[in-house]
């Protein structure tokens, strides 16, 4: 398709600027942290020199200033760079050094005049959270509200000045996406446009601050920070966490209501703590909530379900959830980076290793190593009143249901099934005449069969016993093979072509009683004898190892080193509730088909044996390693050789048609068990008394150190209030630990929540500029990039706390200001004084990112669909290595953040788009441009078909043609079509129509060409 002219009218051009001079912020302080801060840092200074904040370097060292601004011949700092003396092992590179001598010379920009403290906690990011002074503007005309007043400040001292306002309808797309990560649609449109009174921006604001969108657009801001995801993700351990949706639903409700966001962390770490939860009783909704926020705290990383048993991997595994829970919590909530301090003390902040394994020992109580839960098993059940009990009540009544439908199919089968001859019939109504029928030896044994006989008419293992009309058999906590076989033997190879003998019996329950652990296998043999291997006789012994997921394998000469596995039969898993056996036919020229029996129906996948394999013999059970089960209805038959005749046949349809309800109503309850009301994945203590957590000497998991007391950095600690764990409410269930954590976290005025307060709102300010006030916003320590502009950081930190920690009030500020309203168009001085646009001077120009592009075109082309939360969408890995969303799927079309969320395979068309995976949690995303994209939007089966449901909704909703072009970029650029693009358009349609000249629907295949051109734009795919 032609599309040059196209793409040359609706793509913006990139321009490039020149090299700004260097600064401190910018290219100084970067370059010192990477190079010179290891030796010259808060942790080791040598020659008392402290390069990592600026107030230190004014300082010196021990020789005292190490810079003269203007003056590098009298820069001890910049002779020692020079002279490659420093750093001694790697000196920098020519151009470090140029960059270095530049700064210096233009007067070191950036640092302060003098000295200031430099202890660590007197870092900026450290201090409570207080109102600076608004600074003086003398230019007022653009200012909306006290946001630009910081960012104008600047800006004059540069020469520079914000933008003029953007046109409504870029200022609309902003809005609507940055709030619901949507495109506004054609009435959002309109009613802006038309609405002329002062109020109408605001107006619209509030409106999409109240939409249900902006909890799934920022909750998914919230969720990567915090490391969320529905699989495990630990090396190859990638597997399923099905729980955790409902801690993502949460997140989702609580930014929609707006839950203050200190009260928005006291649940995350300790909501179990708040509800004073007691387990197996009805719960409110609001504690119901306070559990479901918790699973914050077990979002990292968690392979322990899946560790092999070795005693180092064990403890490794253990450890890492550990150390992935304290990544989420320092970087998501406090920003900082702590994993360096699992070895020694960090090198770049003020955290030691004591103050590491000192954090770790908060979270002992839900993550002990040495009482260790596996993820599986950190489950609750808390359901709302009356849920349980109707519950209860729907599974018993289906349960009586089901056993009436069982008993009448039985009885059919009993009436109708084909008769052979019977050899052995037991169905257990009188145990004393079945006791004859059964031992613990095989036919001719003189000995038990097995190392450890089975004790006949014994309920305790290895045990036998006829109770309430049915054979139960105990091998719980047995070793090795036992057996009861009947005392009779059977001929097991019918002596005409044709003839056949079959053994049947009814599976009632796979354990002994409701609570007990399922058996892993129901074996059966047929052709017992000699089972200990006394006499020099091969074959016989044929175990049939029924499988509670597949086949059944079957072995020759069980047990014993001489047994070999020869094949499997059937392919019906084995479950209680249904009738179970095999059948052996001769077919001839020494050769016997043995098959599997279910329900009396034949299956495929068959075994072939020989006369040797099948010596006379008896009939029984294996009984061993945990494998109890309740038998009922035994039977032996044979059957001669017959005409081929319907009856089976007949029979086997007349079957499946009685069995058919049985099975509908058996997995009615199977989903109606699985989904319990209320079980929720949490993190709560396993002890009030969780084991000491040991400083590891060099983060050696086998060498313990001294132990650490549970406490929270100590640099964050107030003097007048420290830290406290105080007794829970409710003392035999948790530790208060994390409670104590939360509540010193967000205490008002305290060093640790004016730095939450920070981390919250520089992470808004990421969502809306692209760049945060601080670019490493995981990192807002010593070592993190400075702020660009710290008093407006100040300023929003506080208005946070003032707000009652009000996360749309923030939204309300930056969305409101003239910084954030602006035009993005660039001019020359704009260009040479704020190159890379961090003072502001123009609204950054951005794409979208993965989830609002594959939302928007969802919404664009009609195909949106708009539920609100519930289990995740699956994806699945194609052949070749794609994940997709089944097309087919009645849910593919939910919004992204309901996309199942695999830290090994994220979804092909978001990973494209920059998505991270969360094998750790995600702060900040890449923007990569890269072909795969381009190829993406344009081959995709994702992106060919949102192009064709849009030219459809076109062609439906806006009948003339000049109509529909208008529209078209109405719904994918927010505004409509001018006289120069809609000329570009009809001349892209011209031209395909002649690529498709002669085809019957060339208009049609060329207006969905020009839908998947619009959708893979630059005016679809970006903010300006």
Not at 365 to 389: D, M, Q
Not at 732 to 742: I, K, N, S, V
Not at 753 to 760: Q, S
């Amino acid at each position: 398709m032609r599309v040059s002219l196209f793409i040359a009218i609706l793509s913006a051009r990139l321009v490039h600027a020149a090299e700004p001079p260097p600064s401190y912020e910018r290219d100084i302080a970067p370059l010192l942290k990477q190079q010179c801060v290891k030796c010259h840092g808060p942790a080791k200074h040598e020659g008392k020199l402290d390069l990592s904040v600026a107030g230190a370097v004014v300082r010196g060292g021990k020789q005292g200033p190490v810079l003269v601004p203007h003056d590098i011949a009298a820069s001890l700092l910049w002779q020692r760079v020079e002279a490659d003396e420093m750093p001694p092992e790697t000196p920098l590179t020519d151009k470090e050094k140029a960059l270095l001598k530049a700064w210096i010379i233009a007067g070191a920009p950036g640092l302060p005049t003098k000295a200031t403290n430099t202890s660590p906690a007197a870092h900026w990011a450290f201090q409570p959270a207080t109102p600076p002074a608004l600074p003086a503007v003398r230019d007022r005309t653009s200012v909306l509200n006290p946001i630009d007043d910081f960012i104008q400040a600047k800006l004059e001292a540069e020469g520079l000045s914000l933008s003029p306002l953007a046109d409504r309808y870029a200022r609309l797309r902003r809005v609507t996406f940055d709030l619901t990560g949507l495109p506004p649609g054609p009435a959002d449109i309109a009613a802006f446009i038309n609405d002329e009174s002062p109020q109408a921006y605001s107006k619209v604001v509030d409106q999409f601050l109240a939409s249900p969108g902006y909890g799934e657009r920022l909750g998914k801001i919230w969720l990567d920070a915090a490391g969320y995801a529905d699989s495990n993700g630990y090396f190859n351990a990638d597997s399923d966490r099905p729980l955790a949706y409902r801690y993502r639903d949460w997140v989702i409700r609580a930014l929609n209501r707006d839950l203050p966001y200190d009260q928005f962390v006291r649940e995350q770490l300790a909501g179990d703590e708040l509800a004073h939860f007691v387990p197996d009783q009805d719960a409110a909704p609001e504690t119901i909530e306070h559990l479901e926020a918790t699973h914050y705290v077990r979002n990292g990383q968690d392979g322990s379900g899946e560790s092999d048993g070795n005693a180092d991997e064990v403890r490794i595994d253990r450890y890492t959830v550990l150390e992935s829970s304290m990544q989420n919590m320092s970087s998501s909530l406090l920003g900082l980076t702590v994993q360096c301090a699992k070895c020694h003390d960090h090198k770049f902040e003020p955290i030691t290793q004591r103050d590491y394994y000192s954090f770790q020992a908060l979270l002992s109580g839900v993550f002990a190593p040495e009482a260790w839960k596996k993820p599986n098993e950190r489950v609750v059940y808390a359901s709302l009143p009356g849920e349980f009990t109707a519950w209860q009540v729907a599974t018993q009544q289906l349960e009586q249901r089901i056993k009436q439908q069982q008993a009448e199919f039985s009885a059919w089968v009993k009436a109708h099934r084909p008769r052979g001859q019977v050899l052995l019939e037991d169905n257990f109504q009188d145990a004393t005449a079945s006791l004859p029928l059964w031992g613990n030896a095989t036919p001719g044994d003189t000995v038990p069969a097995g190392k450890v006989p089975v004790q006949l008419n014994q309920a305790a293992a290895p045990g036998q016993l006829v109770q309430e009309g049915r054979m139960q058999f105990n091998g719980a906590g047995t070793q090795g093979s036992s057996g009861i076989s009947t005392k009779a033997e059977f001929d097991w190879t019918p002596d005409a072509v044709g003839g056949m003998i079959q053994v049947t019996f009814d599976l009632v329950d796979n354990k002994l009683t409701p609570d007990g652990k399922p058996a892993e296998r129901i074996g059966y043999f047929i052709a017992m004898h000699d089972f200990n291997d006394a006499t020099d006789l091969k074959g016989g012994n044929v175990l049939i190892d029924g499988n509670p997921t597949s086949g059944s394998v079957v072995y020759i000469d069980y047990p014993g080193a001489d047994n070999r596995v020869v094949g499997t039969i059937g392919t019906t898993p084995y479950i209680p509730g249904h009738n179970y056996g095999a059948r052996v036919t001769n077919q001839g020229e020494g050769k016997y088909l043995l098959q599997h029996l279910h329900d009396g129906l034949v299956e495929e996948k068959t075994v072939t044996l020989t006369a040797a394999d099948l010596p006379n013999g008896g009939f029984g059970f294996e009984i061993c390693c945990g494998r109890s089960a309740i038998i009922d209805n035994v039977s032996i038959e044979t059957f001669a050789p017959q005409t081929p005749t319907d009856v089976l046949a007949t029979f086997q349809k007349e079957l499946q048609a009685q069995q058919k309800p049985v099975e509908e109503a058996r997995q009615a309850l199977t989903k109606l068990t699985q989904n319990r009301p209320g079980k929720i994945a949490l993190a709560t203590d396993v002890s009030t008394t969780p084991p000491a957590i040991h400083l590891l000497v060099r983060g050696n998991y086998a060498e313990a150190g001294p132990v650490a007391e549970p406490a929270p950095f100590q640099l964050l600690i107030d003097p007048e209030a420290p830290f406290e764990v105080k007794p829970p409410a409710d003392p035999t269930r948790t530790t208060g630990r994390r409670l104590a954590l939360a509540n010193w976290m967000t205490r008002p005025g305290s060093r640790a929540a004016g730095l939450l307060a920070r981390v919250h709102v520089n992470r808004l300010w990421q969502h809306h500029f692209g760049v945060g006030l601080v670019a490493t916003p995981e990192n807002l320590g010593i070592s993190g990039a400075p702020p660009s502009h710290p008093e407006l950081l100040d300023w929003l930190a506080w208005e946070l706390v003032r707000s009652n920690w009000s996360t749309k009030q923030i939204h309300r500020l930056i969305l409101n200001s003239a910084t954030y309203q602006q035009s993005s168009t660039v001019d020359a001085a704009r260009l040479k004084g704020d190159a890379d646009g961090r003072l502001l001077s123009r609204f950054p120009v951005r794409r979208l990112d993965a989830e609002a592009i594959r939302d928007a075109m969802l919404a664009v082309s009609g195909d949106l669909d708009s539920q609100l939360g519930g289990p995740y969408v699956p994806s699945t890995r194609q052949p070749n290595g794609e994940v997709l969303i089944a097309a087919k799927h009645p849910q593919a079309n939910r919004r992204s953040v309901y996309l199942q969320q695999r830290r090994t395979q994220v979804v092909s068309m978001l990973q494209v788009f920059d998505a991270p995976s969360i094998v750790f949690n995600s702060t900040r995303r890449a923007r990569s441009t890269m072909p795969l994209q381009s190829l993406s939007l344009l081959n995709s089966e994702f992106a060919v078909l949102r192009a064709r449901h849009l030219s459809e909704r076109l062609q439906r909703e806006y009948p003339s043609e000049p109509d529909r072009l208008t529209a078209a970029l109405l719904l994918t650029a927010g505004h409509p079509a001018d006289e120069e693009q809609r000329a570009a358009l009809t001349q892209f349609i011209d031209q395909q129509l002649e690529e498709y000249a002669g085809q019957t629907d060339s208009r049609q295949r060329a207006w969905v060409d020009l839908c998947q051109m619009l959708l893979a734009g630059n005016p679809f795919l970006y903010l300006d």
